[in-house]
DNA sequence: GTATTTTGCGCAAACGTTTGAGTGTTGAAA
DNA sequence: TTTCAACACTCAAACGTTTGCGCAAAATAC
């Protein structure tokens, strides 16, 4: 149980200053050759690591990015964080992960907590909640401070900071092309309400797609679930009260809901209806079918936001502000439920 | 862009001294009601929150605790984080997330950095390799710096620390014995190879119920998967070339490559041969038929093992060590995998 | 032999806090 | 008037670093 060592203890061990003992770990050259072997020997032996903390008080930067996601048992953003920790590393950084539980309160609570000198900057996506109540003063509080901010898929405008997101509208719209290329007529879309806004702009890729290829919109075979929990009985009403010959869903579960929901009525996918998800998730690949959908490719959106973040971090202070937003490209992986 | 309020900057505009200040803030008796009033008021007006850098440096301890795992990209450690972070954020801790990928470097790297004054204690589940190489030193030389670590899932007896795992031999047991009481009589094991502790312990689990049910023991209905890139092909010429009737997976994956491959030989899940898995995630839930499992608690396990941390953090320096593993049960949760 | 430069090291401040000890003023007891 | 406690506040050290500056001794130059 030796209490860690420090640059003091080092230096009365040796019976040098402490300045000595920084300097000649540190190479500077107005340490002498020898005291320097000797020093750099010692510490080596007790295996000397400077402390962190003090580090941090001292540069004013502590090396480390905070993530918040509103939840961490989710495919999409732990591939994010997955992503995000890969840059993070590689640039010498560390990364400290909360969850707001989509909850508008745990989110300042966090957003607080690590902007009180835990970490240099953030990366997060916003909270279910925060999105409803519109409320974004602890972000733009934390901006002010000079913190930087990259916000990730559920960005918002009102907020000024990077931002990485990938192109819904385009991305629902090469999903439902692709069905009315494979000659699927009534399209099925099951969709989450408005405030969410990946939902929003799914259904505008959707809407967008009939319309240039003049396939009518037929409101009834919109679905926009309001309430997660029951949106398995919510999806099963729907396919059995309307005739369609394809569904695009805009995440996982409704698309798997949307199959079984096909298949209990005595109807096979791909060969009576075709389904498409979004989000490439552990489901999708493993399910039977598997599932056609269109990759968010979340790793690349952690990579690019970390990226960001570092950039700004490091950037000179003179380089006048200037906000990007990157769009990662979404594409189409065609497997089992959607007919050739 | 104004840089965050501090002690010294309240007391050059109030025109007290920093000390003041800081009793004032804590409610000091030393400071006159007067003087507490204003500088309070001052505090909240401006939105003043201490530096938890500085509070760190001086408290010698950070308020935080280090999780290193394995993957994220992982439905039972995404739940143990969960657990993790709701025990932690109800003490007043936060928590740093830190992966090691399965390698033996870049865990002994972050464990490192973190133990230098970032976190003051650890949480976590051995990487792949780690157990491979039977390489401990960077653990035993934190704990003996004093820093509590509490390991879960994937531990090893060469560390002494606390532990939180689940019952493997017990849980693979129940598995077995359910599917011999529901008529099965030759059941084939999907495992991995030894030095993946889970699935020794769980081999061990299937190896002594038949023992204890004087079922014959054919080693060729045993596979233990060597190569995880591969497992898809291995599963699927295991079960073309046995005939079993039941199939017990040590995990999820297992279990769904077992349930297409016996489909693929034009058999029925569950009519023909049940199948079992073990860790209740996404998939066993989703998938058709959804998965008849051996539930790992992953959540608990978290709550669990962040409760043990806190507690040594927590003693006080005299009450004498002592090193606890908690079990967290298992259960058999019935679904539509296996035959009523 | 003195004047100047170089070498090698220590001092002290700073980062933002907390806290025990010290200090000066007030008011009351002796 | 002296003594002393109570009050309200400030000083300074500490946590572990880094770094500009100062300073003595040694080495070089004149």
Same mark, same amino acid.
């Given at each position: 149980?030796?209490?860690?060592?420090?640059?003091?203890?080092?230096?009365?061990?040796? +019976?040098?200053?402490?300045?000595?003992?920084? &300097?000649?770990?540190?190479?500077?050259?107005?340490?002498?050759?020898?005291?320097?072997?000797?020093?750099?020997?010692?510490?080596?032996?007790?295996?000397?690591? @400077?402390?962190?903390?003090?580090?941090?008080? *001292?540069?004013?930067?502590?090396?480390?990015?905070?993530?918040?996601? @509103?939840?961490?048992?989710?495919?999409?953003?732990?591939?994010?964080?997955?992503?995000?920790?890969?840059?993070?590393?590689?640039? /010498?950084?560390?990364?400290? $992960?909360?969850?707001?539980?989509?909850? !508008?309160?745990?989110?300042?609570?966090?957003?607080?907590?690590?902007?009180?000198? %835990?970490?240099? /900057? !953030?990366?997060?996506?916003?909270?279910?909640?925060?999105?409803?109540?519109?409320?974004?003063?602890?972000?733009?509080? #934390?901006?002010?401070?000079?913190?930087?901010?990259?916000?990730?898929?559920?960005?918002?405008?009102?907020?000024?900071?990077? &931002?990485?997101?990938?192109?819904? $509208?385009?991305?629902?719209? *090469?999903?439902?092309?692709?069905?009315?290329?494979? /000659?699927?007529?009534?399209?099925?879309?099951?969709?989450?309400?408005?405030?969410?806004?990946?939902?929003?702009?799914?259904?505008?890729?959707?809407?967008? #797609?009939?319309?240039?290829?003049?396939?009518?919109? +037929?409101?009834?075979?919109?679905?926009?679930?309001?309430?997660?929990?029951?949106?398995?009985?919510?999806?099963?009403?729907?396919?059995?009260?309307?005739?369609?010959?394809?569904?695009?869903?805009?995440?996982?579960? !409704?698309?798997?809901?949307?199959?079984?929901?096909?298949?209990? *009525?005595?109807?096979?996918?791909?060969?009576?209806?075709?389904?498409?998800?979004?989000?490439?998730?552990?489901?999708?690949?493993?399910?039977? @079918?598997?599932?056609?959908?269109?990759?968010?490719?979340?790793?690349?959106?952690?990579?690019?936001?970390?990226?960001?973040?570092?950039?700004?971090?490091?950037?000179?202070?003179?380089?006048?502000?200037?906000?990007?937003?990157?769009? $990662?490209?979404?594409?189409?992986?065609?497997?089992? %439920?959607? *007919?050739?």
């Amino acid at each position: 149980m030796k209490p860690k060592l420090t640059l003091k203890q080092i230096a009365r061990e040796l +019976d040098v200053s402490i300045s000595t003992v920084s &300097k000649a770990l540190r190479d500077s050259s107005e340490i002498g050759e020898e005291t320097r072997k000797k020093i750099k020997a010692f510490a080596k032996l007790y295996n000397y690591r @400077p402390n962190n903390i003090a580090l941090s008080l *001292k540069n004013r930067k502590t090396k480390t990015i905070g993530i918040i996601i @509103p939840e961490i048992v989710h495919y999409f953003f732990t591939t994010v964080i997955s992503g995000v920790e890969q840059v993070a590393n590689e640039m /010498g950084y560390n990364v400290i $992960v909360c969850l707001s539980n989509n909850s !508008f309160d745990k989110e300042v609570l966090n957003l607080e907590m690590l902007a009180n000198g %835990s970490t240099d /900057g !953030f990366i997060l996506s916003l909270a279910k909640e925060t999105m409803q109540k519109e409320d974004y003063h602890h972000l733009t509080e #934390v901006t002010n401070q000079g913190m930087p901010v990259v916000l990730f898929d559920r960005v918002v405008d009102e907020i000024h900071c990077d &931002k990485v997101i990938i192109d819904d $509208v385009i991305g629902a719209k *090469k999903a439902v092309q692709y069905l009315l290329d494979k /000659g699927s007529k009534k399209i099925g879309l099951v969709s989450t309400v408005d405030y969410v806004s990946v939902g929003k702009l799914r259904t505008r890729g959707y809407l967008e #797609v009939l319309r240039e290829n003049n396939v009518e919109i +037929d409101d009834k075979l919109i679905l926009k679930i309001e309430d997660m929990d029951n949106s398995e009985t919510e999806i099963k009403d729907f396919i059995d009260k309307n005739e369609v010959d394809a569904v695009f869903a805009v995440n996982e579960h !409704f698309a798997i809901y949307a199959i079984k929901a096909i298949q209990e *009525k005595g109807l096979k996918v791909p060969e009576d209806v075709s389904v498409i998800g979004f989000t490439d998730g552990e489901l999708s690949k493993r399910f039977i @079918p598997s599932l056609t959908t269109v990759s968010q490719h979340g790793e690349r959106m952690g990579a690019e936001a970390a990226r960001l973040l570092i950039d700004k971090l490091e950037r000179k202070p003179e380089e006048e502000e200037s906000y990007r937003t990157v769009i $990662v490209e979404t594409n189409l992986i065609e497997r089992n %439920s959607t *007919k050739l």
